[in-house]
Every structure is written in C-alpha cells, then in structure tokens.
C-alpha cells in the first residue's frame, strides 16, 4: 500500500520561505510523477508542480517565480520550496502521485498540512 | 487555464438516496476527468478517472459518466462515510485544474 507521509513548518510570516517534504512508503518511487498541490480556506485545489525522480520539474505558471520542487531518490522524498510568502499562501498542502507527467490523475495523496502565513 | 464549474455547492441528502454531482469544463478535455472525495483530515481519494473508470477499491455505488464539457459523479445510495467534499480535476490540459467542490452533507 502506498503511503505519502508529509511535513513542515505550519505557521510562516509574510515574505518567509515555505518548506515541506513528503516521503514516499510502500511502493516504487522511480517511473512516478511527484506533485505539490494546495487549497486555500473556502477555495478550490490548484496544482503547484511535480518532479520526476530523475528530476524534471513542471511548475503552475502562476507559481513559477517562486517555487522550487527537489528530490532525494536515497530517502524516497520530494520536497517544496515556495518563497516570498504572503497571506494569501495560506492553504493546505498535499503532495500527491501520478503516473504521467502533466497530464494525468493523481492516485496516492498525502494526508495534507495547513500552512499559515500570518504576522 | 480551463475552469471546471461544480454544481451545486452543497448537497443535503439522507442516507440510502441517490446523489449526483456535476462538473462542467470550460472547453472540452474529452474524457480526461477525474473525481476525488474528501474528507477532513484524511488524504484524498481517487474515485473516478477517465470519465468513468472507477479506481481500484472504489464500491460499484460510484459511477462516473460525460466527455467533452459535462461531468457527473453519481453515488446510487449513499452510505454514512459518503458525506464528505468531491472535487473533479481535468487533465486534458496543462495546467491540470480542479473544480471548487461540492460539499454532501446529511439532511
């Protein structure tokens, strides 16, 4: 069964550096796409980016500029890193599998962690 | 980017009706339409992908039917654990979006 185990820093001040990190159990982390995806209070989802264990990154346009997706193939983990954060950063995040780049379903989700920007 | 509308924003059913659900895409994805349910505190989970094919361990009470522009989500007779928020996501193109929710609550 696999398992998508996620964490970090829940309370940042404006114009912080979000970080999180998600780990991967149970199943092969090679060959899958690796997505951040998040949801703001009282909004819908909006996918962030993905990561490839080789390393390829895609990014949301709409995030590029502060966003950077990395990977650790040793531990089975794929991290993100969001900077310049501002209130409106305030979501949940999830980390989330796919089998093709771009283009494709999200079958293995984490459980999500509420990050807070707030002075 | 193509917006997915979600209809209607909350659905108040009881137990044992039939609930359906719709997704509406700006332009077409063809069938390139997935449905999740969520629930407070848990991880996401895959329902429908293609349009219509169930997920694996996904009870047969979930069906997923449209292509093109028009989506919906059927749950034949809902159980307690149903009642929860179902978002679809089109994949058809890049960037991949998800619609704003239908919340199913019990009534």
């Known amino acids: 069964q696999v398992q998508l185990q996620q964490w970090g820093a829940g309370l940042l001040e404006p114009s912080e550096t979000l970080s999180l990190t998600c780990a991967v159990y149970?199943?092969?982390?090679?060959?899958?796409?690796w997505s951040w995806i998040r949801q703001p209070p009282g909004k819908g989802l909006e996918w962030i980016g993905e990561?490839?264990?080789?390393?390829?990154?895609k990014t949301n346009p709409s995030l590029k500029s502060r966003v950077t997706i990395s990977v650790d193939t040793s531990e089975n983990q794929f991290s993100l890193k969001m900077y310049s954060v501002t209130a409106a950063d305030t979501a949940v995040y999830y980390c989330?599998?796919?089998?093709?780049?771009?283009?494709?379903?999200?079958?293995?989700w984490g459980q999500g962690a509420l990050v807070t920007v707030s002075s | 980017e193509i917006v997915l509308t979600q209809s209607p924003g909350t659905l108040s059913l009881s137990p044992g009706e039939r609930a359906t659900l719709s997704c509406r895409a700006g332009q077409s994805v063809s069938s390139y339409l997935a449905w999740y349910q969520l629930k407070p505190g848990q991880a996401p989970r895959l329902l429908i992908y293609g349009a219509s094919s169930r997920a694996t361990g996904i009870p047969d009470r979930f069906s997923g039917s449209g292509s093109g522009t028009d989506f919906t989500l059927t749950i034949s007779r809902l159980e307690p654990e149903d009642f929860a928020v179902y978002f679809c996501q089109q994949y058809g193109t890049s960037p991949r979006t998800f619609g704003q929710g239908t919340k199913l609550e019990i009534k």
């Open positions: 989330a599998r796919s089998r093709r780049a771009t283009i494709s379903y999200f079958d293995y």
């Open positions: 149970g199943g092969s982390f090679s060959g899958y796409y």
């Open positions: 990561i490839h264990h080789s390393g390829s990154t």
